[in-house]
């Protein structure tokens, strides 16, 4: 499913000791390989008012790989946004459905709606896009609640 941002990987260039997905989530983030733990996290969050980050990612994505510690501490700064990684292998449908054509790329949404994407696994300019995303009336009023 898809291709890397760079051309530094692939589905032909694996390295052996692949761990898979897990490596690509851990802490404050979910990883969803399932439609059922997508719906689960998203009303989850709809309910609770919280802005969610998606990180539609591969185990084999050099870019993906090295993006995932940087998101996972972004997720342990920033905890009044949900950070959910979604494995594009296990996926694949689900991932077309949102015209994923590279990994890693992420989605902002917003009470259920996409507001922002980035293609590419820079941290600068996530934690840029995610405390645009928390500076909006709606993630102030969901940050004061909690």
Excluded at 1 to 30: F, H, K
Excluded at 67 to 72: I, K, S
Excluded at 114 to 133: C, F, P, T, W, Y
Aim: hydrophobic share 40%; proline share 3%.
């Amino acid at each position: 499913m898809g291709q890397c941002w760079t051309q530094l990987c692939g589905p032909g260039n694996e390295d052996e000791g692949n761990t898979g997905s897990a490596e690509l989530a851990g802490g404050n983030v979910q990883l969803v390989t399932t439609m059922e733990k997508w719906e689960e996290l998203i009303s989850e969050a709809n309910n609770n008012g919280q802005s969610v980050l998606v990180n539609f990612s591969a185990s084999w994505c050099n870019p993906c790989r090295q993006a995932a510690p940087a998101y996972r501490e972004l997720a342990d700064k920033h905890t009044t946004v949900m950070f959910i990684t979604v494995d594009v292998d296990k996926l694949a449908e689900f991932s077309s459905s949102w015209d994923i054509k590279a990994t890693p790329t992420f989605f902002f949404l917003k009470e259920g709606r996409q507001v922002d994407k980035l293609v590419g696994g820079s941290k600068q300019e996530l934690e840029k896009r995610i405390l645009a995303m928390a500076e909006t009336p709606a993630a102030a009023a969901a940050a004061t609640a909690s």
